[in-house]
């Protein structure tokens, strides 16, 4: 069998014409400080405020303070499972939630992520969690009330549908108890109630949960 060096010249030459690379670049740093949920990482230079940025062991963050040599992301997760010297890596997305009627009835993490063992949540729309809030101006007046179902409260103390109202008490004084009795009087009505935990025990919410 004869092989001509021009035949070999001609298809090495139509392989390099043809060949394509596809690069993948990503933006990683590498963690250097853990503890009590804040992560300090190095090298993410072009990093943003509010950008999801992911961890080892599907555990994710949140990039609060730009410095000038780090970024300190605020942890969604069991921090036990990010150590120093782990490599993280940027999503290029701001942090950002699903949104939309098909969340109401479920449990789900800071991420919009469900944790109640029903399926995923077909939302079909994400917004991010740092939004202006809508001006006074342009808000509907507070004119229908809103019934608690506690007698004392409604009675001498009415609340308003679009009215904050804030608790205070100190600890196992009922304030839990309070907010959970007027989401259950709500039942009956086309008020949606949402429980936001933040810093709660785990079993406290498992409680509110069932």
Do not use: H, W
């Not at 139509?14 to 949920?37: A, P």
């Not at 599907?58 to 010297?85: H, Q, S, T, W």
């Amino acid at each position: 069998m004869n092989i001509k060096p021009e035949e070999i010249s001609s298809v090495i030459q139509q392989e390099i014409k043809e060949f394509k690379v596809e690069l993948d670049v990503e933006e990683v740093g590498t963690v250097i400080q853990i503890g009590d949920g804040v992560a300090r990482v190095y090298g993410l230079k072009n990093c943003v405020y509010s950008e999801l940025i992911e961890f080892p062991n599907g555990v994710f963050g949140m990039a609060l303070n730009l410095e000038e040599d780090n970024v300190g992301c605020i942890l969604f997760g069991a921090d036990e499972l990010v150590k120093e010297g782990d490599e993280v890596k940027r999503t290029g997305r701001v942090m950002s939630v699903p949104v939309g009627e098909s969340m109401l009835g479920r449990v789900v993490n800071p991420l919009g992520q469900p944790i109640d063992g029903k399926g995923e949540i077909p939302a079909t729309e994400n917004k991010q969690i740092d939004i202006k809030a809508p001006g006074v101006v342009i808000r509907q007046p507070v004119k229908e009330p809103l019934q608690t179902g506690l007698k004392s409260i409604d009675s001498m103390v009415p609340i308003g549908r679009g009215q904050r109202e804030l608790i205070i008490g100190d600890r196992q004084t009922g304030k839990t108890a309070l907010a959970i009795d007027t989401i259950m009087n709500q039942k009956d009505t086309d008020v949606n109630c949402i429980y936001v935990a933040i810093g709660q025990k785990m079993s406290t919410v498992a409680k509110v949960v069932s």
